[in-house]
T-cell receptor, first 113, second 114 residues
């Protein structure tokens, strides 16, 4: 296992389209986090899972956003009816436990045109 | 509520001189504190972390940070900068009772001049 994988690396989509991103965490990590990073800013927390349970969602996660982790392994983040303001880097991280140590993926860069 | 303030948005040093990146935090409980580095078009890499053990924490690539509770600070230092240290640095706070989610500072861009 080489780390946290995210797919795709880049996504360009037209405004109004739906997009889905995938994150494969380190296999023994039961916690999975999604963050969003816009240009010149630090990453902002979106949501996290412990195993398959989604335990917290940020206010940043509007109704157009949904995340799943159906079997407690990989996770998907879907954005419906994309807007230009959704353009950002979407980062996934995993850990064995809270505050234990986090491994980040390389991110998915979304551009909405 | 937790928060992190990185006091400098940009720091420029000459190669071979010391590096100081400043960070203040706010936390209701005993926090865990981290420094991450992000090179252009690369993922976030953990430099070091403080989790209530020794207050002086040593990390990778010669970096270290000191946790000062009385000053609510967690400044990052390195005795001698290298050209490869040029990157964006993030100070991060986390609380166990907040699910371990990370709260990032705005970042400090470090430039290293030859």
């Amino acid at each position: 296992d080489t780390g946290v994988s995210q797919d795709p690396r880049h996504k360009i989509t037209k405004r109004g389209q739906n997009v889905t991103f995938r994150c494969d965490p380190i296999s023994e990590h039961n916690r999975l986090y999604w963050y969003r990073q816009t240009l010149g800013q630090g990453p902002e927390f979106l949501t996290y899972f412990q195993n398959e349970a989604q335990l917290e969602k940020s206010r940043l996660l509007s109704d157009r956003f949904s995340a799943e982790r159906p079997k407690g392994s990989f996770s998907t983040l879907e954005i419906q009816r994309t807007e230009q303001g959704d353009s950002a880097m979407y980062l996934c991280a995993s850990s064995q436990a809270a505050n234990y140590g986090y491994t980040f993926g390389s991110g998915t860069r979304l551009t909405v045109v | 509520a937790q928060s992190v303030t990185q006091l400098d948005s940009h720091v420029s040093v000459s190669e071979g001189t010391p590096v100081l990146l400043r960070c203040n935090y706010s936390s209701s409980y005993s926090p865990s504190l981290f420094w991450y580095v992000q090179h252009p078009n690369k993922g976030l890499q953990l430099l070091l972390k403080y989790t209530s053990a020794a207050t002086l924490v040593k990390g990778i690539n010669g970096f270290e940070a000191e946790f000062k509770k009385s000053e609510t600070s967690f400044h990052l230092t390195k005795p001698s900068a290298h050209m490869s240290d040029a990157a964006e640095y993030f100070c991060v706070v986390s609380e166990y009772n907040q699910g371990g989610k990370l709260i990032f500072g705005q970042g400090t861009e470090l430039s290293v001049k030859p």
